[in-house]
């Protein structure tokens, strides 16, 4: 049995296993996304406190590893709780956590990289704190931001293959189940390798466009 006859066989299963993969980065990137902006506003906020409880979330995220961070949420947590936890919601959880302390640095950077002469001239002009923010300094803030948040969305894609250990039956959880029936191990890896090449590829090219505009737009500004 060649590649393509592999790929005619498992297709329905292999595009299951892509699709689940997909949906658990598009929620995760979701949840990341507000972690990430509350998380990231806290980080720039004048009171101390705010800046220490997103400091302690940034650093606790960042300075685990993904598998740890999976493991605890799966087996650890639910044994302190006695519940059983569902692997996808797990899943999830997971890498909303963990992204979501990524994408809180990386708002932290977008905004710090606007000068304070913005946030004053709007605050001067009469307008409150949160207005100034919102109307002012993030819409800026995400122009710089955009490249990073997608290069975080590739990261997370990627990262969803750490959660086949917790029994994700996501696109490489699903190459391991193939190789278990048939013993074809280089072959399924080829595939599936192709399979988040095309879709990683895809979201680069999308970056690097973005980014070509981003910059043209400023340079015509």
Do not use: H
């Amino acid at each position: 049995m060649n590649i393509l006859e592999l790929v005619v066989q498992y297709w329905p299963r292999l595009i299951a296993g892509l699709g689940l993969t997909v949906q658990i980065t598009i929620i995760s990137l979701i949840c990341a996304g507000i972690l990430g902006m509350v998380f990231g506003l806290l980080s720039v906020s004048k009171r101390k406190t705010l800046r220490a409880i997103a400091l302690v979330y940034v650093d606790v995220v960042r300075g685990t590893p993904l598998l740890v961070q999976a493991f605890f949420i799966y087996f650890g947590i639910p044994q302190v709780l006695g519940i059983q936890s569902d692997p996808v919601i797990s899943g999830v959880i997971t890498l909303s956590l963990n992204a979501g302390g990524y994408l809180a640095e990386i708002v932290r950077g977008g905004i710090e990289s606007i000068g304070k002469g913005q946030m004053e001239a709007a605050r001067s002009l009469g307008l409150p704190y949160g207005m100034a923010m919102r109307s002012v300094i993030l819409p800026q803030a995400i122009r710089t931001m955009t490249p990073a948040l997608i290069n975080q969305c590739i990261i997370t894609l990627k990262d969803t293959s750490l959660l086949s250990v917790i029994s994700v039956t996501e696109l490489t959880q699903t190459g391991r189940l193939i190789i278990a029936n048939n013993f074809r191990s280089f072959e399924v890896w080829f595939i599936v390798a192709v399979m988040y090449f095309v879709i990683i590829m895809i979201l680069s090219k999308i970056s690097k466009r973005i980014e070509r505009k981003m910059s043209y737009g400023k340079s015509n500004n």
